[in-house]
Each structure stands twice: as structure tokens, then as C-alpha cells.
């Protein structure tokens, strides 16, 4: 049976990738600084910043979908060092974990945030990526990482530069559980800005399912290898009262 190790996986996108992995017949070993809820079995608390951590989550794995990090944007804002340290610093360990464990396949959550504010519509692979806010710095550092190891290191790595995602368990600080909190609450829904900004928007389900195509795919050529764009679907926030950055 093919064992994957998916770190992040009491976050949000992670915990459902790692049941999604299970459901399909995979080994599953999820990671996480702290025990995803509800408990699992098969769990394994690593630091990121720890490659001997690291080096022993992965031993013996055939694949690793490397979601862990500094997901909130707040947290980068407040502290960009510890988002780079561990969003970028603690993507080269499990890089190199994958290599001396020898396990093919690395698959990376990387965000459309990457790309800054956009210069056209829709953004595709080609858009020049500019981030404006440490998060995505953070994100993209690990991301040309990602890549770099697939041309120098030997690794077949995909990266996936995820839209904003939707759903069971997400983050209570994310913009649309906002949303959907003051809207239950019978209160305004405030966007800030300018009221025209763009955000891609995908169902945690979208995110999930390109996780498990490319956890579970063969092998491919290095060469033929691209960092996923973002999701062509957008949605539109309005707000006739804006008044500062939507967050």
C-alpha cells in the first residue's frame, strides 16, 4: 500500500487531504505541531524546523503532501520572520528529507497570493508573481524551492497555487467564515477596499481532489512538471462603503 505522509493535517485543507487519502485506500500518516481533531490514530508531531523531525516523519514514505506552515495571514503580518522561517525554511527540510528518504513525489500547497495584485485577467502561470504581503512572500519562497528541487534535486514535485477555499472546518479568521459569521448574526458584511478587488474562490473539495490526483499519480518527467495557477473561477466582492484592504 502506498504511504503518504501529509503534513498540516489539522489545518484545514490538510485535515480533509488526509482523509480523502485514507478514504481512497492510502497509508496515511498526518503530522501537525498539534493533534488533529477529532484524535487519529496515525499521527505524528514534527516541527518543521526540525529535519531530524522531519527525516523521521518521512522514512518510508512513497509520497508526502507538504501542507504545513504559517497559514494565517495575521500571524505573518505580525511576525513575517517566524512565517519565513517556518513557511520557507522549514519547506527545505522537507525537501530534503525527501531526498535522503528517497521518496519520489512531493506535492506543495502554494497559494494564488503569490501573484500579487494582478496586471490582467484571468492570471495564468505566465502572470509575473509580486507579493505585497509577507504571507505571500513567505508562500512563494517555498514555492520556487519547490521547484528548484524539481530541475536540481532529481524530485518530481508539483505545487499547487491554491484559491481562496471554502468549507467544513475552515479557519475561524478566514474572510468568508467572516462573512458567513455576520450574515448568521443578522450584521453587516464589511469589505474593505475599494469594493472592486478580485479573489479566486474554490470549494475545499477542488483543493482536496488535485492533492489526491497528484499524491496518487505515477511518476512524470521533470520536464513536464509546472507549478499549478490558480483556480479560473473568481468571485467578485462589492462594497459601496469600502474603506480599506479586503482581508
Known amino acids: 500500500m502506498k504511504r503518504v505522509v501529509v503534513t498540516g493535517a489539522a489545518g484545514f485543507i490538510g485535515w480533509h487531504v488526509a482523509h480523502l487519502l485514507e478514504a481512497s485506500g492510502l497509508d496515511v500518516v498526518r503530522s501537525d505541531l498539534v493533534r488533529p481533531q477529532p484524535a487519529?490514530?496515525?499521527?505524528k508531531k514534527a516541527d518543521l524546523l526540525s529535519l531530524?523531525?522531519?527525516?523521521?516523519l518521512t522514512r518510508g514514505a512513497d509520497a508526502v503532501c507538504?501542507?504545513?506552515?504559517?497559514?494565517?495571514?495575521?500571524?505573518?503580518?505580525?511576525?513575517?520572520?517566524?512565517?519565513?522561517n517556518v513557511n520557507a525554511c522549514g519547506t527545505i527540510n522537507v525537501i530534503e528529507a525527501c531526498k535522503r528518504n528517497q521518496i519520489p513525489r512531493l506535492v506543495?500547497?502554494?497559494?494564488?497570493?503569490?501573484?500579487?495584485?494582478?496586471?490582467?485577467?484571468?492570471?495564468?502561470?505566465?502572470?509575473?508573481?509580486?507579493?505585497?504581503?509577507?504571507y505571500a512572500v513567505s508562500k512563494l519562497a517555498a514555492d520556487l524551492l519547490v521547484q528548484h528541487a524539481n530541475i536540481a534535486d532529481g524530485l518530481t514535485t508539483t505545487v499547487l497555487r491554491l484559491g481562496t477555499a471554502y468549507g467544513p472546518r475552515i479557519r475561524s479568521t478566514a474572510v468568508l467564515a467572516s462573512f458567513v459569521r455576520r450574515a448568521k448574526a443578522h450584521e453587516p458584511?464589511?469589505?474593505?477596499?475599494?469594493?472592486?478587488?478580485?479573489?479566486?474562490?474554490?470549494?475545499?473539495?477542488?483543493?482536496?481532489?488535485?492533492?489526491?490526483?497528484?499524491?496518487?499519480?505515477e511518476l512524470s518527467p521533470i520536464a513536464?512538471?509546472?507549478?499549478?495557477?490558480?483556480p479560473s473561477r473568481q468571485a467578485t466582492y462589492a462594497n459601496p462603503s469600502a474603506e480599506g484592504d479586503l482581508s
Open 108 to 134: 506543495f500547497a502554494s497559494t494564488w497570493e503569490v501573484y500579487g495584485t494582478p496586471r490582467y485577467q484571468p492570471v495564468d502561470e505566465n502572470h509575473p508573481c509580486s507579493p505585497g504581503h509577507p
Open 189 to 217: 458584511i464589511v469589505i474593505n477596499g475599494t469594493g472592486n478587488q478580485f479573489r479566486p474562490v474554490i470549494s475545499f473539495r477542488e483543493g482536496v481532489e488535485d492533492f489526491i490526483r497528484n499524491a496518487k499519480s
Open 224 to 230: 513536464d512538471r509546472k507549478p499549478a495557477g490558480p
Open 40 to 43: 487519529e490514530d496515525v499521527w
Open 52 to 56: 531530524h523531525d522531519v527525516m523521521e
Open 66 to 84: 507538504h501542507l504545513g506552515g504559517i497559514g494565517d495571514v495575521y500571524t505573518a503580518g505580525r511576525d513575517p520572520q517566524l512565517a519565513l
